[in-house]
Structures are given as structure tokens and as C-alpha cells.
């Protein structure tokens, strides 16, 4: 009776150090993704961050070359932390959206100048209110 007793002490406190050794391995992929994410959403003046088959995702990258944008865009489908990446982005849409769109997909997600945009329906409502082109202008993007 003792030692199975012991063994049951023994296990639960065995899996209580796992699960927050499990956590604590989680906390560092979010503080490595975020990171990841603050280096790619900056090293351009547009960064999109798209899935190669969205259409929603296909209908940005069109809006900024028809404007003579050139952004990066990092599909995340091709990426090799793409699903990490993805994850950290639809927790950062939901939150800190700056336009205040809501942020019903993960993707597409607008970078310009570093700062976080949005999705398409943030862009979208920049575009048609006239406050995306000086964004893209205060960025660099566009020249005229």
C-alpha cells in the first residue's frame, strides 16, 4: 500500500514539473516568435504576412502592386515556423489592431512602416478613406 502511494506522490508531482517545464518551453516559443515576427514586420517598409492559397491575402498584395508597392510578403504555408508565426499573428490581430478593424482571419496581416495595420478590412478602410497612401508615404514606399 505505501509504495503505491509513494508512486501515485511520485508521479503527480513528476507530471506537475513536466507541465510547467511544458510551460515554460511554450512561453519562450511566443517570446521567440514575437520577436520573429518584430524582425520580418520591420525589414521593409511593407510586410505582409499571407497564406499562398487566400484569396483575401491575394486581393492585398494586389491592392499595393497596383499602387507600385513593392512589400515582402512571407507565405506562411512555405515558412518553416509558419505555424508558429501564424498562431503569434491571430493572438497579435486580436489585440492590437491600431485602425481598429476586427480581426476575424489570421490572414493576411499588414505591416507598413513597422507598425501593425491589420488585415484586409483594415487596409481596405484606410484605402477607401485616404489615410493608407500618407502611411505608405511616411514609410518610404511610395515616392509620390
Not at 8 to 19: A, D, P
Not at 109 to 115: A, D, K
Request: glycine share 10%; charged share 15%.
Amino acid at each position: 500500500m505505501q509504495l503505491r502511494r509513494v508512486t501515485k506522490m511520485m508521479s503527480s508531482s513528476s507530471t506537475t514539473k513536466l507541465g510547467l517545464g511544458l510551460e515554460m518551453h511554450h512561453e519562450k516559443k511566443k517570446k521567440v516568435n514575437s520577436r520573429c515576427i518584430e524582425k520580418m514586420a520591420t525589414a521593409n517598409a511593407v510586410v505582409i504576412f499571407s497564406r499562398s492559397s487566400c484569396c483575401l491575402c491575394h486581393a492585398v498584395k494586389m491592392l499595393f502592386s497596383g499602387m507600385g508597392v513593392s512589400p515582402t510578403v512571407h507565405e506562411l504555408d512555405q515558412h518553416p515556423k509558419g505555424k508558429q508565426l501564424y498562431r503569434a499573428l491571430s493572438l497579435l490581430t486580436t489585440t492590437n489592431c491600431t485602425t481598429g478593424g476586427s480581426a476575424s482571419a489570421a490572414v493576411p496581416v499588414v505591416f507598413i512602416g513597422g507598425n501593425l495595420v491589420g488585415g484586409i478590412d483594415a487596409v481596405l478602410a484606410s484605402h477607401i478613406n485616404g489615410t493608407l497612401v500618407p502611411l505608405l508615404r511616411q514609410a518610404g514606399a511610395l515616392w509620390l
